[in-house]
Protein backbone atom coordinates (compact mmCIF):
# COMPACT_ATOMS: atom_id res chain seq x y z
CA UNK A 1 0.00 0.00 0.00
CA UNK A 2 2.77 2.64 0.70
CA UNK A 3 3.76 2.34 -3.15
CA UNK A 4 0.69 3.10 -3.79
CA UNK A 5 0.37 6.32 -1.67
CA UNK A 6 4.24 7.32 -2.50
CA UNK A 7 3.12 6.89 -6.76
CA UNK A 8 -0.58 9.28 -6.04
CA UNK A 9 1.55 11.96 -4.41
CA UNK A 10 4.40 11.62 -7.41
CA UNK A 11 1.41 12.83 -9.53
CA UNK A 12 -0.90 15.50 -7.55
CA UNK A 13 0.32 18.45 -6.35
CA UNK A 14 1.49 18.37 -2.48
CA UNK A 15 -1.48 21.21 -1.67
CA UNK A 16 -3.65 18.91 -2.61
CA UNK A 17 -2.45 15.77 -1.40
CA UNK A 18 -2.46 18.08 2.14
CA UNK A 19 -6.00 18.83 1.58
CA UNK A 20 -7.34 15.18 1.12
CA UNK A 21 -5.73 14.17 4.85
CA UNK A 22 -9.03 14.32 6.40
CA UNK A 23 -10.41 11.84 3.77
CA UNK A 24 -7.78 9.10 4.09
CA UNK A 25 -7.47 6.32 6.60
CA UNK A 26 -6.17 7.32 9.31
CA UNK A 27 -3.34 4.40 9.29
CA UNK A 28 -1.88 5.94 6.10
CA UNK A 29 -1.74 9.86 7.22
CA UNK A 30 1.28 9.84 8.97
CA UNK A 31 3.44 8.11 6.06
CA UNK A 32 1.81 10.51 3.79
CA UNK A 33 2.70 13.31 5.98
CA UNK A 34 6.59 11.86 5.65
CA UNK A 35 6.30 11.52 1.64
CA UNK A 36 4.45 15.22 1.51
CA UNK A 37 7.43 16.61 3.35
CA UNK A 38 10.31 14.89 2.09
CA UNK A 39 8.73 16.53 -1.37
CA UNK A 40 8.49 19.53 0.18
CA UNK A 41 12.06 19.82 1.37
CA UNK A 42 13.23 18.24 -2.32
CA UNK A 43 11.30 21.13 -3.54
CA UNK A 44 12.87 24.03 -1.24
CA UNK A 45 9.13 24.83 -0.56
CA UNK A 46 10.62 26.69 2.97
CA UNK A 47 6.69 28.54 3.70
CA UNK A 48 4.81 24.92 2.89
CA UNK A 49 6.97 23.41 5.67
CA UNK A 50 6.43 25.69 8.26
CA UNK A 51 2.86 24.86 7.45
CA UNK A 52 3.81 21.13 7.70
CA UNK A 53 5.37 22.29 11.02
CA UNK A 54 2.28 23.84 12.36
CA UNK A 55 0.04 20.96 10.52
CA UNK A 56 2.14 18.25 12.29
CA UNK A 57 2.14 19.79 16.13
CA UNK A 58 -1.67 21.07 16.01
CA UNK A 59 -3.17 18.09 14.11
CA UNK A 60 -1.11 15.15 14.37
CA UNK A 61 0.25 15.75 17.56
CA UNK A 62 -2.32 17.91 19.89
CA UNK A 63 -4.89 17.01 18.55
CA UNK A 64 -7.11 13.47 18.42
CA UNK A 65 -7.75 12.45 14.80
CA UNK A 66 -11.01 11.33 14.90
CA UNK A 67 -11.99 15.01 15.51
CA UNK A 68 -11.34 15.92 11.47
CA UNK A 69 -10.74 13.01 10.27
CA UNK A 70 -13.84 11.57 8.25
CA UNK A 71 -12.41 7.96 6.82
CA UNK A 72 -15.14 5.96 7.82
CA UNK A 73 -17.90 9.25 8.76
CA UNK A 74 -18.87 10.81 5.64
CA UNK A 75 -22.34 11.16 6.09
CA UNK A 76 -22.72 14.90 7.50
CA UNK A 77 -19.66 16.64 5.12
CA UNK A 78 -20.91 19.28 2.88
CA UNK A 79 -19.94 22.44 1.30
CA UNK A 80 -22.80 24.82 1.65
CA UNK A 81 -23.05 26.18 6.03
CA UNK A 82 -26.52 26.78 5.81
CA UNK A 83 -26.98 22.96 4.38
CA UNK A 84 -25.09 21.91 7.29
CA UNK A 85 -26.99 23.63 9.93
CA UNK A 86 -30.19 22.59 8.16
CA UNK A 87 -28.98 18.89 8.30
CA UNK A 88 -28.24 19.30 11.36
CA UNK A 89 -31.37 20.85 13.12
CA UNK A 90 -33.33 18.33 11.00
CA UNK A 91 -31.43 15.46 13.08
CA UNK A 92 -31.49 17.60 16.37
CA UNK A 93 -35.34 18.28 16.02
CA UNK A 94 -37.24 15.49 13.83
CA UNK A 95 -40.54 17.20 14.38
CA UNK A 96 -40.92 21.37 15.19
CA UNK A 97 -40.24 21.98 18.08
CA UNK A 98 -42.16 25.27 20.54
CA UNK A 99 -39.98 28.26 21.00
CA UNK A 100 -39.25 26.79 24.43
CA UNK A 101 -38.11 23.83 23.35
CA UNK A 102 -36.27 25.24 21.22
CA UNK A 103 -34.07 27.76 23.42
CA UNK A 104 -33.43 24.52 25.99
CA UNK A 105 -32.18 22.36 23.31
CA UNK A 106 -30.01 25.33 22.16
CA UNK A 107 -29.09 26.38 25.26
CA UNK A 108 -27.99 23.24 26.19
CA UNK A 109 -26.12 22.58 23.45
CA UNK A 110 -24.24 25.80 23.98
CA UNK A 111 -22.84 24.69 27.28
CA UNK A 112 -21.99 21.18 26.26
CA UNK A 113 -19.54 22.40 23.59
CA UNK A 114 -18.34 24.48 26.46
CA UNK A 115 -17.74 21.54 28.96
CA UNK A 116 -16.30 19.68 26.27
CA UNK A 117 -13.52 22.23 25.77
CA UNK A 118 -12.94 22.14 29.36
CA UNK A 119 -12.12 18.81 29.30
CA UNK A 120 -10.09 18.53 26.11
CA UNK A 121 -8.06 21.21 28.18
CA UNK A 122 -8.02 19.14 31.34
CA UNK A 123 -7.38 16.28 29.40
CA UNK A 124 -10.28 14.81 31.09
Known sequence: MKHKIKDGIEKISIPFAISNL????PEYIFDIYVII???SI???????LKFLEYFYKTYLIDYDMKFWNYYNNMEHITN???ELLNN???N????KPSFFELIDKLNEL????YYDYQRKIKGI
Open 80 to 82: NTS
Open 42 to 48: KNNYCRF
Open 37 to 39: KIK
Open 88 to 90: YLN
Open 92 to 95: LFPK
Open 22 to 25: PFIN
Open 110 to 113: EHLS
